[in-house]
């Protein structure tokens, strides 16, 4: 049996599309490097911006909850940490998120582009050291088996599902 890795993917920013990588380098016990290194939280957020911790993944605005985010992709530079905000292909905003203003930028976007309601504007947060914004405290690697996904089309959704769908890092096939 040849498995295959079919696609990389991490999520600089929780809630928000994948951004594909070509290769990456992985340490022993560590998520990949940016994964949900930050978040969009709302106001009923249980983080305190100015000292973030793990949380749960109700204090972040989410897919599951948050639809419209799904009309948004993203793309990330390591290096330079520019988020790009794409929108039907075309970039709506960018900016920075290691500096305070280019966050700004990009809550401001948001915040336009969001529904107004209860949970108020949404404000990006940073990650402490080597925490990730994931679903789980530990730091993790997330495996997606395309076949299994194929079986619960088939059995159980009758209907096709984007892998990602579940937010994984590694997308495989063959297994």
């Known amino acids: 049996m040849m498995i295959e890795?079919?696609?990389i993917c991490r999520y600089p920013v929780k809630g928000l599309a994948a951004d594909t990588l070509e290769t990456v380098d992985l340490e022993m016990g560590e998520?990949?490097?940016y994964d949900r290194k930050w978040g969009?939280?709302?106001a009923a957020?249980?983080?305190d911006p100015a000292a973030p911790r793990w949380v749960g993944k109700a204090n972040f605005l989410m897919l599951a909850r948050d639809e419209k985010l799904g009309q948004l992709g993203a793309?990330?530079?390591a290096e330079s940490k520019i988020l790009t905000i794409t929108r039907k292909g075309r970039p709506v905003s960018k900016g920075n998120l290691g500096d305070p203003m280019g966050r700004t930028l990009l809550q401001t976007f948001l915040a336009g582009f969001m529904p107004s309601g209860s949970r108020?504007?949404?404000r990006i947060v940073e990650a402490p050291g080597k925490i990730s914004f994931s679903d789980v405290p530990e730091r993790v690697v997330s495996i997606i088996n395309l076949a299994s996904l194929r079986d619960l089309e088939t059995r159980v959704i009758r209907q096709p599902v984007h892998p990602?769908?579940?937010r994984g890092n590694f997308y495989i096939?063959?297994?």
Request: hydrophobic share 35%.
């Open 75 to 77: 793309s990330f530079d």
């Open 40 to 42: 969009i939280i709302h």
């Open 45 to 47: 957020s249980k983080i």
């Open 31 to 33: 998520c990949l490097p």
């Open 164 to 166: 990602h769908r579940f």
């Open 5 to 7: 890795i079919k696609e």
């Open 120 to 122: 108020g504007n949404p």
């Open 173 to 175: 096939d063959g297994a």
